[in-house]
């Protein structure tokens, strides 16, 4: 197919042919980094800013090592170290980094929906790397694209994301996503972190984890943030843990066949124990790993549309 989309805002807005080129083209892009040459001239003369405006390790770092094996030429921006800090406005800023005949934006914001205002005021194209609760397109993408690898096909296959749903971009892009390839979705926790209202997307909402997770292929556990604690969503991290994490005492409730992931950091202890995270079922380096090619994928078919009015 022809990529079109200057943008990757979310998957929500791909199709499921959009999203498998993405994974076939990230497949190819994942050779490049196993040679003794890991890199190739695609993105030749092509500039690309890196602006987080909220921490990052894995993406920004994923994102920048894409971007060198692809030969662009690269800038690197943060919040802390930028004019926004003297009031200039978002927009402002990044209408200021277009100027500069910039070909892509990889921007990462706490603001829900920040990059699609952005992606409709610039010409350029812009790159979601997580945008508050709403979505995190590579990460979703990354995740899918471990799946496939390990089951070679979504149809049918049945993904357990466990945690804190409701505040949570991982979980809802992995369903957008998931959902489109053909998998079954369901939201496992508390009430509290993963309201009924999420069953209008399509996904299952589980509230007791041995049932949401017993016949599941894969199990995404997610980050539990202390802060929802203090603001009421669970009584103690410890009883969150012995109901809803991923431990010596509930592993027995998954298949013996099943991937466990997440999309890191880990808070080792609460969501997910070590033996589990560094066990033989756990797939969370490898996809840090396939990160790397999934963002290669992005960024070659998106700056291969170019600027709108070129
Ligand atoms: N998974 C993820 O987005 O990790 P970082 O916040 O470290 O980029």
Not at 157 to 165: E, K, S, T
Not at 266 to 295: F, H, K, M, P, W
Request: proline share 3%.
């Amino acid at each position: 197919m022809t990529w079109t989309k200057k943008d990757l805002l979310d998957l929500y807005d791909l199709s499921a042919e959009e999203i498998t080129t993405i994974l076939d083209t990230a497949a190819e892009f994942k050779k490049v980094s196993q040679r003794n040459v890991k890199k190739v001239p695609a993105l030749r003369g092509k500039t690309v800013v890196n602006f987080f405006v909220e921490p990052s390790t894995r993406t920004r770092v994923s994102f920048e090592l894409a971007e060198q094996r692809l030969s662009a030429d690269i800038v690197n921006m943060s919040a802390d170290s930028s004019s926004l800090l003297k009031g200039e406005t978002l927009l402002d800023t990044v209408r200021n980094i277009e100027a500069l005949q910039v070909d892509l934006i990889v921007m990462r914001h706490r603001a829900t929906g920040a990059q699609n205002f952005i992606a409709r005021n610039v010409s350029c194209g812009v790159v979601n790397a997580g945008d508050g609760a709403h979505g995190h397109p590579t990460q979703a993408l990354l995740d899918i694209f471990t799946i496939r690898e390990k089951f070679g096909d979504l149809k049918d296959l049945h993904v357990a994301i466990v945690g804190d749903i409701l505040h949570s971009r991982v979980a809802r892009s992995n369903a957008w996503g998931l959902l489109k390839l053909g998998a079954k979705v369901t939201f496992v926790g508390p009430a509290t972190l993963v309201p009924r209202e999420f069953e209008s997307i399509g996904v299952r909402v589980c509230h007791d984890l041995e049932e949401g997770i017993r016949d599941a292929n894969v199990v995404n556990l997610l980050r539990i943030q202390r802060e929802r604690q203090e603001a009421g969503f669970f009584p103690s991290t410890g009883e969150y843990s012995r109901f809803f994490g991923l431990n010596r005492n509930t592993v027995k409730f998954l298949r013996k066949d099943a991937l466990v992931m997440h999309p890191g950091p880990i808070n080792r202890g609460v969501e997910l124990d070590s033996e589990i995270a560094d066990g033989t079922q756990s797939v969370i380096l490898e996809q840090v790993t396939n990160g790397l090619a999934v963002r290669m994928a992005v960024l070659f078919l998106v700056s291969g549309c170019g600027r709108r009015n070129a």
